[in-house]
T-cell receptor, first 113, second 108 residues
Framework: EPEVTQTPSHQVTQMGQEVILRCVPISNHLYFYWYRQILGQKVEFLVSFYNNEISEKSEIFDDQFSVERPDGSNFTLKIRSTKLEDSAMYFC???????????FGPGTRLLVL | DAKTTQPPSMDCAEGRAANLPCNHSTISGNEYVYWYRQIHSQGPQYIIHGLKNNETNEMASLIITEDRKSSTLILPHATLRDTAVYYCIVRFTDKLIFGTGTRLQVFP
């Protein structure tokens, strides 16, 4: 069964460093998403992406964040200058169409020191 | 904010049916009810969704009341591996808004 995959599973970085989290969505899916979950808190929507454009973003998704589909398979989330409060699990998801079911990857645990 | 209300926790004996309720009294006519679960800190796992009719798949059944103001997720024969946080989500845009869910503990 097709799955969303994410790399790395764990990432430790120093405050102020740039990180790139990678996702490979399910192959025939056209909509891509990033969510995050700070330890002990709710899963929060960050951004949705379609046709090489952001279709919706939350107030969390500020100028420090960017997303990209650099090739036909990868979908990336970049945090330009990490802060301590960026420490969280980051989940990628994809769906066939905008209103279709979203399938989530296993997540990347980001720790900012 | 999430448009759903769920009990914070429930227990269920292994092998018994787990019935997880959800209230969504402000749901609109074109909004679907989705259920996901999250085991530890893994990625949310899709379970089932519905609009107005009851739905069943290999994982669970979803019962939606006629007025659509509430629903129940049924795991017919709960196992220890079903211990997780279960989220009921009313979806009105392409983003999913997660609440705090119901923490289901299945015990032997």
């Amino acid at each position: 069964e097709p799955e969303v995959t994410q790399t790395p599973s764990h990432q430790v970085t120093q405050m102020g460093q740039e990180v790139i989290l990678r996702c490979v969505p399910i192959s025939n899916h056209l909509y891509f998403y990033w969510y995050r979950q700070i330890l002990g808190q709710k899963v929060e929507f960050l951004v949705s992406f379609y046709n090489n454009e952001i279709s919706e973003k939350s107030e969390i998704f500020d100028d420090q964040f960017s997303v990209e589909r650099p090739d036909g398979s990868n979908f990336t989330l970049k945090i330009r200058s990490t802060k301590l409060e960026d420490s969280a699990m980051y989940f990628c998801a994809s769906s066939v169409d905008r209103q279709e079911t979203q399938y989530f990857g296993p997540g990347t645990r980001l720790l900012v020191l | 904010d999430a448009k759903t209300t769920q009990p914070p926790s429930m227990d269920c004996a292994e092998g018994r049916a787990a019935n997880l309720p959800c209230n969504h009294s402000t749901i609109s006519g074109n909004e679907y009810v989705y259920w996901y679960r999250q085991i530890h800190s893994q990625g949310p796992q899709y379970i089932i969704h519905g609009l107005k009719n009851n739905e069943t798949n290999e994982m669970a059944s979803l019962i939606i009341t006629e007025d659509r103001k509430s629903s129940t997720l049924i795991l017919p024969h709960a196992t220890l591996r079903d211990t997780a946080v279960y989220y009921c989500i009313v979806r009105f845009t392409d983003k999913l808004i997660f609440g705090t869910g119901t923490r289901l503990q299945v015990f032997p």
